[in-house]
């Protein structure tokens, strides 16, 4: 696998441009985005679990049942939740436009949206500027960038990665870009996730493929415990590397998915790394546990816990916390077995030993949880089994961003 | 029933004090407190749910195993988790060594602690201090005051509680006190909550009375969603008064479980109030709720959400949060049919209707959000049930005094 240049782009077939409509009224940055394949694809997507759902994964949700998309038309500054049956029709409008400008079907168009709830969605802007959203595809070098920058909110990096592997002798390149950096908890999160690629592969076969590494990247990622109502991580595939359809059963297939692994991973990391007013990406890995299941739900208690995220935006080694927020998930381990350890760039310190303090040098710890990549690892000593969670600290700026949202 | 003063120590027969002995090292303030009943109680207690229990909290769940108790040592400064078979040892001393003070057998005391995990108690302190700590009971008329102070930590304001009722006849008072204002959620934590009363009741009746009152009031409650090592709610009974002796079947034992509610209750407020940071009391109230297991379910999901609590803080009416934070909690309900209200002292306004906006006066939303004390009002349309649930806002003091407690 070699990463390479050119985000959703960089998959043969895959055109995408953005720019500034007028949702974000007050605000100069772009917020419609626009993400077209020349040809036929298979798709998957994931949505968000939450019960109040926005009317463009409402829609989109009934776009992709066949497993079959070939645009996806994207907005921020305007989340099209809780707008009631305006909201629907807004939605159901903005694939039409999307679908007239690109001559396809609507029914080939999966809809996204991120930002306020409860605000009617001025269609208006979307349709007085659906031209230059289609020009904007057009001989357009950085339209990658461009749809990147229009589905940002919160966030305060640029999120996308493109990678290349080998299925069959044909090169295959994966594309994606995300948004999202706060309102992120496991099960999704205020994230919007696009993956494009040109590998050749069945929709069953990709479906499954995008839910393993949503499972292992974006539901393992926590900023602040909220689950939004918009989420969506959607994958096109339009065969154009020529390569011989990959099934589940192809020989090849492994290749493939432990590459969009790598890239939902790489991701999410990138979102936890860019948390709303985080300053530290924070790994939680546990060790030494009986099965995955209790590993990733003890390390999500501890990379959730609001006093261990301001622990460690305060670099105090104060691991008490840890084997307190180990302590009220659901899950089975023994506080006398368990040992915690701090680690950075600056090395690694254990802090906790069976359950009880580790004699350690306090200022070698606050120094190595003074890096802006922390990691807390904790061993069980009850199995082989480990797993990682993604989060970062709890500083004022969460405070101060999440304050006044709207304005 | 009459609000009266003298917390711990209204009801007859009962005696408390507090010292500093030196257990927070570097602070002036005290840190060892007893509560004292002149005669046998019936007591009963609550503790905490998290897997990992202080050293107090195990000693104490086997001395009240048998309904009696006469007396709590507890120390702030130091939690006494985390601490192995030494913690054990100290928890057994600090109960011997009050028992020994007040001529009663260890079996009758519970110890509690509150504190940083995993440090070991320093009970060479509280052996030294012990004879000054029983002479703070002695004609000591603020007695409940200087035993309240000692159980503080980041608490800024104290919080008691005493009320006066008839039984049979009889006056009867109910006496408490809490400490509490982080690492609070719903199942009880960070907190210790000491109630008196010279009321006659045999201990499975107290024992009911205090599980009803608790699951209304601190299970009830939330700021920053950790749950600690260390909580337990305890209450001594120790028949002074005089009443006919309550059992479960009394005609008078509603009054009973009521004031004790509303003590409870009373004291969950103001630990909200007093959240780490918090500049609000948020009261989440969940009506026309089918049943009262779904509305407190939604409630809390509400004032847990980190982005309602930092809305609430900057006053803004950002309504879309609250049907959100509702949306992923484990309960059904229809967004379609749910409408939020704000209402403070300044006014109630609707925000939402039928899970879309309402057109709002922004101003006004502002204005009432402003306030110190703010209720969410959710009313689902389903059925007639309602319940509240008690947290705060989520504000730049949270992060400050968690990013360095231990210091």
Redo the contacts between chains.
């Keep these: 696998m070699t990463k390479i240049s050119g985000g959703v782009c960089a998959p043969k077939g895959f055109m995408a441009g953005g720019i500034r409509c007028g949702i974000k009224a007050s605000s100069p940055k772009k917020d419609l985005a626009l993400i077209y394949s020349q040809s036929f694809c298979s798709a998957a997507a994931v949505f968000t679990?939450?019960?109040?759902?926005s009317a463009s994964v409402i829609l989109s949700q009934e776009n992709i049942a066949d497993g079959k998309l070939r645009a996806i038309i994207a907005n921020s500054g305007n989340?099209n939740?809780?707008?009631?049956s305006e909201g629907m029709i807004s939605a159901r409008r903005m694939a039409q436009l999307a679908a007239d400008a690109l001559l396809i079907s609507p029914r080939e168009v999966a809809v996204a949206s991120t930002g306020?709830?409860?605000?009617?969605l001025p269609i208006n802007a979307i349709e007085e500027n659906i031209d230059a959203l289609k020009a904007s595809l057009l001989n357009n070098e950085k339209g990658h960038e461009d749809a990147l920058e229009a589905i940002m909110t919160t966030d305060t990096r640029k999120k996308d990665i493109s990678v290349e592997i080998e299925i069959g002798g044909k090169k295959v390149r994966i594309g994606a870009m995300t948004k999202g950096s706060?309102?992120i908890?496991p099960?999704m999160a205020t994230m919007l996730c696009f993956i494009t690629t040109d590998a050749s592969i069945i929709p069953s076969a990709l479906d499954l493929s995008l839910r393993r590494a949503v499972e292992r990247s974006f539901n393992r990622l926590t900023v602040?415990?909220?689950?939004?109502?918009n989420d969506m991580a959607l994958v096109m595939a339009n065969g154009e590397a020529g390569n011989p359809p990959l099934t589940e059963s192809s020989s090849d297939y492994k290749i493939f998915c432990e590459s969009l692994d790598y890239v939902c991973v790489s991701l999410a990391r990138m979102m936890a790394r860019d948390g709303e007013g985080a300053k530290k990406l924070l790994t939680v890995t546990v060790r030494g546990a009986e099965n995955e299941e209790s590993a990733v739900i003890l390390a999500k208690s501890v990379a959730?816990?609001?006093?261990v995220k301001?622990?460690c935006?305060?670099a105090?080694a104060?691991?008490?916390?840890v084997?307190?927020?180990?302590?009220?998930a659901k899950a089975?381990?023994l506080?006398?077995k368990a040992s915690v350890s701090y680690k950075s760039e600056k090395g690694e310190i254990e802090v906790?030993r069976?359950?009880?303090?580790a004699a350690f040098d306090e200022v070698k710890a606050k120094e190595i949880l003074g890096e802006e990549e922390v990691e807390i690892l904790v061993n069980l000593s009850d199995g082989n089994v480990e797993a990682s969670v993604w989060g970062c600290d709890?500083?004022?700026d969460?405070?101060?961003i999440?304050?006044?949202?709207?304005?």
Aim: with cysteine; glycine share 16%; net charge negative.
């Design positions: 679990k939450n019960k109040v759902k989340a939740a809780c707008t009631g306020v709830i409860g605000v009617p706060g309102m908890h099960d602040d415990g909220d689950t939004s109502t959730s816990s609001s006093l301001t622990a935006f305060g105090d104060n691991w008490g916390r084997l307190c927020a180990m302590g009220y089975d381990f506080a006398e906790c069976e359950g009880q303090s709890l500083g004022y969460y405070v101060r999440n304050g006044d949202y709207r304005s």
